[in-house]
C-alpha cells in the first residue's frame, strides 16, 4: 500500500540501526537526521546528513581540545547537531552552535496546487508502444548544497510503464548548488490502454521536507478505432422529386485504451451530390461541427437521404474521414443506392420473401401494386416465372388469366393486391420472379420471389411407444445387494433437419431408483439415431413406475403444455426371493454295501417375496460319480409361490471300498444367496474274508464261501473266486487249446482257428493268398506286391503307354511315355492322349491354349497368341492376359495403344475409337458453360467453390477451398480460428484477449493479479488486493502478499503483544510492503517492585533484538524503541526513541555481572549499585526499512524479558 507521512517523519535511504543488532551501515551509506539520536552510535547528525567521525567517546566521556563528546562521537564545538529543531538548547537549536546553512528544495516545474501543494506531471495521451518523458525541474533556494539522494518510484496502477533514463540513476546523488537548478528526466511508455499513475519520491537533505513527492499521470492513451455499421444503405425505388425514408449509419470510436477518435468530416463523395445528402449529430441529437472528438464507445449517427432526380438506379459513398491510423488513408466509405421512379409501378414489400414454410403447409405473401406517379397506367398480365407449381398467384381485386384482354387501369396513387402462396413439397429454396407487364414507362417489372420448404425434425423411438419395461429386479435386504438392469431406448431423427434434444429429467413422480445417461445428447442429423440408456436398481420391494421427459424441438410433439415433449413410460417391479433348502448343509449316507442304491429326500422352497428362478441343480466337479441326482425338476423353473415345494432325490451307489464324498449345489435368482451347497459323504462296504457274491444282488450278500488259489486254470476249480468254473478255457474254439490244453494252431500268412477241436486254416493275411489251394502251405502267395498275381491271385497288372507295378495289391500305372499323358485320370486306358502340338493339352492334360480376345496354338507343348480379335489389341505386349484392351471403348488406348483420351475434368469416354468425355468429375464443373470441358476444380477454387460463383469470404482471414468447403488458409495478423470453426472465420483477436493471446489457447495467468493481453504479449495488469510484485517478473505475478501489521502507531490499530512472562520469549514477524510501509508493536513488561525491595536486588531487563538466525535477511530492517513508565499509556504518550543499543537495560549494570547489591534509597552515581526501583513500562517498537531496494523478505524480532 502507498504510505501517507507528514513531512518532518524521519526518511530512512540506507542503513541505520537503532536498537538493532547491525549499527553502522555501509560505506556508501546515508542517513538523513534531524538530531543526534536519529544516526547509528557513533555518528552525529550534521546539517541533516548522519557523520561519522574517527574518534569515539562514551557518553559524558573525555574528548580532546577543541572536541565535544555527543552520540558518542567527539566532534567540533561548532557542530549544530541537527536541523534547527528545538530540543530545548537555549539558542533554539538542539544544543550545538547557532543555525548554518541549510538547503531548501523548491519545485519550479511542474506547478503545484493547493495547499499544502500538490505537484503532478501528467504525460496526457500516449500511443501504445511510444516512449514520451517529462521533466521536473527542481530549485535549490537555500544556502547549502542540495543533494538528491533517492529517486524511488512507489506502486501504483500502471507504476511499472514509468522509468528514469539511465544517465539520472547513475548521477545519484545529485548536488545542487544553492540558487541553482536541477531537471530530472522521467520516461513513460505505455503498455496498454488504461490509465496509469505513480508517485515518484525524491529524498533530499532537505531538512524542512526531505521527501518530496511528484504525482505522474497518463490518462488517455492506445489507439483511436473507427467502426461504421452498417457498410451500406439501400433506400429501393423512390419517386422522382421525392424524398425516401431516412437510413442512418453509426460511426464509433473502438479502439484500443481511451484513445481519442478525430472524426475530421463526413460527406458524400461526389461533391454536391443532388441525388443524396447526409447529416450528423452525436449521441445527444445535436448537429455535429466537424472536427468532432469521440471518446472509446462515443458514436455519432449519420442519416443519409434519397431525392433522386433522375429515373435511373443511383449509388453513391458517404466518406468518413478521421485520424484512425488503421483505416485505409484514414477514409471509410459506406455505400449508399436506390432508384428514383417516375410516376409509375410501386410494388411493396420486394423482393417477396415467403420465408421459411414447412412442407404439407401454406404459406401466403400480399403485394401492394400501386401508381405511385402522376400518370394512369394499366396492369397488362402477372405471372410467376422460374418457379415450380408449388406457387399460385391470386387476387381479389384483378382477373388474373383475362388482364391481357381486359387490363385493369390504376390511377394516381390508386392500388391493388396479390396473394402469392406457397405449397412446398419439399425442402430447398426455391427463387424466381413475378413478372408483371404494364403501360408504364417500365413495361415489365421484374419482383425477386423466394421462399424455403423445409422438414421439421421428427421424433420416432425403438420402442415404438416409448416404453421400457424391466420387469423384475431383485435386491437383498439382508446384505444390501442390488441388481442393476439396464435398458435402451433409440431415437432416431426421420424429419428433415437436425433434431435437438435439450433436456431429459425424470418425472415428479419417478424415484432415484432409475437412473439414465447421457445427460445431454449432441444434435442428432437426418436419418441419424441416439440412444438413452435407462438403468432400474430396487430400493425396496414391489411395483415401481416411472417416466423420463424428454425435450426436443419436434414440433408435432407435446405434453402437458411443454412443445417438443414426449415421455419414456418405465416399469419395473423389485423382489427379495429367499431360497430356503433342506437338509441345511450336508446328506451323510453312512456304510454302504458295494453296489446297493440308497437315496436321500432334498426339499426346495422361496422363502422370500418375487419369484425364484431355480436355475441349476448339480453334483459339483470332483463329486464321485457314485453319486447321482433323482427326479430333477425342468429347469430353469420359477417358484413364485411359497406354498410351492420342489423334491427331488440324491442317490448313492458305491462302486468301490472307500469312503466317497461330494457336494450338491442348488444356484438360484437369490442375489443374497445364489449358491447352496450340501456336502455328500458315505463309505462303500464289501464281502469279509472267505465268501462272495456270486447272483449279484446285494440284498443276499455274499452267498457263496471260496478261497482264491490263484488264477483260473483248466482243473474244474473256480481258482479265481470269480463264480465262474474254468470260465476263460473253450476246448472247442481256443486257438491256444484246441480239443485239449497246450495245442497250439497256426498257418503262415494265415488266420488259424480252432473249430470243434480242430485246427483250421480260416484266412490269408491282408497281401497274401493260397493261390495253390494247399493248407499245409499256407498262405504262400504276397499278392499286394506281385505284378502277376496283384490283389488276387493271376491277376496281370498292364497299362497302355505306361509302366505298371503291384501296390498294396492293386495294380499301379507307372510313368507316362514321353508325349503322352493321362488325361482322362482313368487307368484303364492307360496313357490315353497325345500331349503334342495339342491345343487343348498343350504339353499337360487340360492346359487349354486360350488368350482373351485372341486366337490361340500350341508349338510342340508351349501355348502361343496366333493374333488378336478386331477390335482388340496387346498393349502390354504379353500373351498372358491376351489382347487385353477394347481399342473402340478404353480411354487409354483409345483407336490404338496409348492413345490416351483427356479428362478436361470430367469423366473421358471412348466411343467407338473417338475420344469424348461424360459428366463432370466430382468436384470439377462446366463454370464457363461452353459444354465442352470440365475446366473449373470447384473442390479448390476459392472463386467456385462447392459451386459456380460461390467465392469463399471469412471474417479477418484469408480463405481456401478444401473438398469443395470454405476454409480458413491464414488468419490476419492479430486473429486466430481458436474454436476451429471455418464458417466464422478468424474470430478471436490475439491481441487483446486474455483467453487467446498470441495464439489460440494462451490464456494469460498471473499469481495475485489480472492478467491483461497487450498487442500480442501476456503482461501483467493490476495486484490483486494486498499483494505486491516485488521482483519485477512478470512470470511471478504479483508474488508477495503484504503483512496485516498496523504501519502507524494507532492504540486502535496497533499489533499488541500483550503483557511478557518473565523467562519467555516473544516473537513478532513480518514484511515490509511497500517501500516506506513500516510495522507497529506494543507490549507492556511489569516489574515486581516489592520482591526486588525485599531482597535488595533489581533484575529487571528487557532486551529486543531481530532473531540471530535468519531475522534480518541481508541487514535490511531496523528497528526504534520506545518506553512510557505508565502501563497502561497508549500512543500519544510514546515520545522519542530510548536506545543506540541492541538491548533495554534497567536499573543494573550488564558490564560487569554479577550485579551488585542495590539500595531502596538514596542517588546512584555510575558506577555503583543502582537504586532499586518500580520499572513497569509499555514499550512500542517500530520496524522500518534500511535499505532502498524492496524484497518481499520477512524479519522476526525475539523479545525477552528478565524480572
Not at 459 to 471: A, C, E, K, Q, S
Not at 935 to 950: K, P, R, Y
Request: hydrophobic fraction near 30%; include cysteine.
Amino acid at each position: 500500500m502507498v504510505q501517507h507521512r507528514l513531512l518532518g517523519i524521519v526518511i530512512l535511504v540506507s542503513a541505520a540501526a537503532a536498537c538493532s543488532d547491525s549499527t553502522t551501515g555501509p560505506d556508501s551509506s546515508v542517513v538523513i537526521c534531524d538530531r543526534d539520536e536519529a544516526c547509528p552510535y557513533g555518528q552525529y547528525c550534521n546539517n541533516g546528513v548522519c557523520q561519522s567521525v574517527v574518534t569515539h567517546c562514551d557518553d559524558g566521556g573525555s574528548c580532546p581540545d577543541g572536541l565535544v563528546c555527543r552520540h558518542g562521537a567527539c566532534v567540533a564545538v561548532e557542530s549544530d547537531g541537527g536541523d534547527g529543531g528545538d530540543d530545548g538548547g537555549e539558542d533554539g537549536g538542539d544544543g550545538g552552535a547557532d543555525l548554518g546553512p541549510a538547503p531548501d528544495i523548491h519545485v519550479q516545474s511542474p506547478a503545484g496546487s493547493g495547499d499544502p501543494p500538490v505537484y503532478q506531471l501528467n504525460f496526457g495521451n500516449v500511443l501504445v508502444g511510444q516512449t514520451v518523458s517529462g521533466e521536473i525541474v527542481l530549485e535549490n533556494r537555500g544556502d547549502a548544497d542540495l543533494r538528491l539522494i533517492q529517486l524511488n518510484f512507489e506502486m501504483g496502477p500502471g507504476a511499472a510503464d514509468f522509468f528514469l533514463p539511465p544517465e539520472i540513476v547513475n548521477a545519484l546523488p545529485i548536488v545542487v548548488a544553492p540558487g541553482a537548478q536541477s531537471t530530472i528526466v522521467v520516461n513513460y511508455r505505455a503498455s496498454d490502454g488504461l490509465t496509469d499513475n505513480a508517485i515518484l519520491d525524491i529524498i533530499s537533505n532537505d531538512p524542512d521536507e526531505p521527501l518530496l513527492k511528484i504525482h505522474l499521470l497518463s490518462e488517455f492513451k492506445g489507439e483511436p478505432g473507427v467502426a461504421v455499421s452498417p457498410l451500406s444503405l439501400a433506400f429501393g425505388d423512390t419517386p422522382v422529386g421525392q424524398e425516401s425514408q431516412p437510413l442512418s449509419f453509426l460511426i464509433a470510436n473502438q479502439g484500443s485504451g481511451n484513445a481519442v477518435l478525430t472524426v475530421q468530416d463526413v460527406r458524400m463523395e461526389l461533391p454536391a451530390n443532388p441525388d443524396f445528402s447526409v447529416t450528423v449529430r452525436n449521441s445527444n441529437g445535436d448537429p455535429v461541427v466537424f472536427p468532432e472528438l469521440l471518446n472509446r464507445g462515443d458514436t455519432l449517427t449519420a442519416t443519409v437521404v434519397f431525392h433522386p432526380t433522375l429515373r435511373q438506379a443511383l449509388s453513391d459513398n458517404v466518406l468518413i474521414i478521421s485520424d484512425d491510423p488503421d483505416a485505409a488513408d484514414q477514409l471509410l466509405k459506406v455505400g449508399v443506392s436506390g432508384r428514383g421512379v417516375t410516376g409509375d409501378l410501386s410494388v411493396q414489400p420486394s423482393p417477396a420473401d415467403l420465408g421459411r414454410i414447412r412442407v404439407g403447409q401454406h404459406g401466403e405473401q400480399t403485394l401492394t401494386l400501386s401508381n405511385a406517379g402522376g400518370a394512369e397506367f394499366s396492369l397488362t398480365g402477372l405471372s410467376l416465372t422460374g418457379l415450380s407449381s408449388d406457387w399460385s398467384l391470386t387476387s381479389s381485386d384483378l382477373d388474373i388469366p383475362n388482364l391481357g384482354i381486359n387490363p385493369h387501369q390504376l390511377l394516381p396513387s390508386q392500388s391493388v393486391t396479390v396473394r402469392i402462396g406457397f405449397d412446398p413439397r419439399d425442402a430447398g429454396l426455391q427463387e424466381g420472379l413475378l413478372e408483371i407487364s404494364n403501360t408504364s414507362p417500365e413495361p415489365l417489372r421484374q419482383v425477386v420471389v423466394r421462399g424455403s420448404g423445409f422438414i421439421p425434425p421428427r421424433v420416432r423411438t425403438i420402442p415404438d411407444p416409448p416404453l421400457l419395461v424391466f420387469g423384475n429386479v431383485q435386491f437383498d435386504m439382508l446384505s444390501g445387494q442390488r441388481e442393476s438392469k439396464e435398458l435402451e431406448l433409440v431415437i432416431e431423427n426421420i424429419g428433415g433437419e437436425p433434431l435437438h434434444i435439450t433436456q431429459i429429467q425424470r418425472s415428479s413422480s419417478t424415484t432415484t431408483e432409475y437412473t439414465f445417461r447421457p445427460s445431454s445428447i449432441p444434435p442428432v442429423d437426418v436419418g441419424q439415431q441416439t440412444s438413452v440408456r435407462v438403468a432400474f436398481s430396487p430400493q425396496d420391494d414391489g411395483p415401481s413406475p416411472g417416466a423420463l421427459l424428454v425435450d426436443t424441438d419436434d414440433p408435432d410433439l407435446s405434453l402437458e403444455g411443454v412443445a417438443g415433449r414426449f415421455q419414456i413410460d418405465m416399469s419395473a417391479t423389485g423382489i427379495d426371493p429367499t431360497i430356503f433348502v433342506s437338509p441345511a448343509s450336508q446328506i451323510a449316507f453312512g456304510d454302504v454295501y458295494m453296489g446297493r442304491l440308497v437315496s436321500a429326500d432334498v426339499t426346495i422352497r422361496n422363502a422370500g417375496i418375487g419369484p425364484l428362478v431355480l436355475n441349476e441343480i448339480l453334483l459339483t466337479p470332483g463329486s464321485a460319480a457314485e453319486y447321482s441326482l433323482n427326479n430333477l425338476p425342468a429347469l430353469p423353473m420359477v417358484i413364485a409361490n411359497p406354498m410351492v415345494e420342489v423334491k427331488f432325490q440324491v442317490r448313492f451307489k458305491p462302486l468301490s471300498l472307500a469312503a466317497l464324498t461330494g457336494a450338491l449345489a442348488v444356484r438360484s435368482s437369490d442375489i443374497g444367496n445364489p449358491e447352496v451347497i450340501l456336502n455328500l459323504s458315505g463309505t462303500g462296504v464289501g464281502c469279509s474274508a472267505g465268501s462272495i457274491d456270486c447272483n449279484g444282488d446285494p440284498q443276499d450278500g455274499c452267498e457263496r464261501p471260496c478261497v482264491p488259489t490263484g488264477v483260473e486254470v483248466c482243473d474244474q476249480r473256480d481258482n479265481d473266486c470269480d463264480c465262474d468254473t474254468d470260465e476263460d478255457f473253450d476246448l472247442n474254439t481256443d486257438i491256444n487249446n484246441c480239443g485239449i490244453c497246450g495245442r497250439v494252431c497256426s498257418f503262415p500268412h494265415a488266420q488259424a482257428a480252432c473249430q470243434n477241436r480242430t485246427c483250421v486254416l480260416l484266412t490269408c493275411l491282408e497281401g497274401w493268398s493260397d493261390c495253390d489251394n494247399d493248407q499245409g502251405t499256407g498262405c504262400e502267395t504276397h499278392t499286394s506286391v506281385d505284378v502277376n498275381n496283384c490283389g488276387q491271385c493271376d491277376h496281370v497288372c498292364q497299362f497302355d503307354h505306361a509302366g505298371a507295378s503291384c501296390l498294396a495289391g492293386q495294380c499301379v500305372m507307372g510313368s507316362c511315355e514321353n508325349g503322352y499323358a493321362n488325361c482322362n485320370s482313368s487307368t484303364a486306358d492307360g496313357c490315353e492322349t497325345s500331349i503334342w502340338n495339342n491345343v487343348d493339352n498343350c504339353g499337360t492334360c487340360g492346359f487349354r491354349c486360350q488368350f482373351q480376345n485372341a486366337a490361340a496354338r500350341c508349338l510342340g507343348t508351349t501355348c502361343d497368341l496366333d493374333y488378336c480379335l478386331p477390335g482388340f489389341r496387346n498393349c502390354d505386349f504379353s500373351d498372358g492376359n491376351g489382347c487385353e484392351i477394347n481399342i473402340l471403348t478404353d480411354p487409354q488406348n483409345c483407336n490404338f495403344c496409348g492413345n490416351v483420351c483427356p479428362s478436361a475434368g470430367g469423366t473421358p469416354v471412348c466411343n467407338n475409337g473417338t475420344c469424348g468425355v461424360s459428366s463432370c468429375n466430382p468436384g470439377w464443373a462446366d463454370c464457363d458453360h461452353d459444354g465442352i470441358t470440365c475446366e473449373t476444380q470447384i473442390s479448390s477454387d476459392v472463386n467456385n467453390c462447392g459451386a459456380c460463383g460461390n467465392v469463399c469470404v471469412l471474417a479477418h482471414a484469408s480463405a481456401r477451398c478444401v473438398n469443395s468447403t470454405c476454409e480458413v488458409n491464414t488468419c490476419a495478423t492479430g486473429w486466430g480460428n481458436c474454436d476451429a470453426q471455418h464458417s466464422n472465420g478468424c474470430e478471436r483477436d490475439l491481441t487483446s484477449d486474455p483467453a487467446n493471446c498470441g495464439f489460440c489457447g494462451n490464456r494469460c495467468e498471473f499469481a495475485h493479479a489480472t492478467p491483461l493481453c497487450q498487442t500480442s504479449t501476456c503482461t501483467l495488469g493490476p495486484c490483486d488486493p494486498g499483494f505486491f510484485d516485488v521482483d519485477g517478473n512478470p512470470q511471478s505475478g504479483c508474488e508477495c502478499q503484504a503483512d496485516t501489521v498496523s504501519d502507524v502507531c494507532d492504540d486502535a490499530l496497533i499489533s499488541d503483544l500483550g503483557i511478557l512472562v518473565p523467562g519467555q520469549t516473544r516473537q513478532a514477524s513480518g514484511n515490509l510492503i511497500p517501500i516506506l510501509d513500516e510495522d507497529w508493536y506494543t507490549f507492556t513488561a511489569p516489574d515486581n517492585h516489592t520482591a526486588d525491595s525485599t531482597a535488595g536486588t533489581d533484575y529487571y531487563h528487557v532486551k529486543v533484538q531481530f532473531d540471530p538466525g535468519s531475522g534480518n535477511p541481508n541487514g535490511e530492517f531496523a528497528f526504534d524503541i520506545y518506553r512510557s513508565p505508565n502501563p497502561g499509556a497508549g500512543c500519544a504518550a510514546k515520545g522519542s526513541p530510548i536506545c543506540s543499543v541492541p538491548d533495554i537495560v534497567y536499573d543494573y549494570y550488564a558490564l560487569a555481572p554479577p550485579q551488585t547489591q542495590c539500595r531502596t534509597f538514596g542517588a546512584t552515581t555510575s558506577p555503583g549499585p543502582p537504586l532499586c526501583r518500580d520499572d513497569s513500562s509499555r514499550y512500542w517498537v517500530r520496524v522500518y526499512r534500511l535499505a532502498s531496494q524492496v524484497t518481499c523478505s520477512s524479519y522476526l524480532l525475539n523479545i525477552t524479558f528478565t524480572q
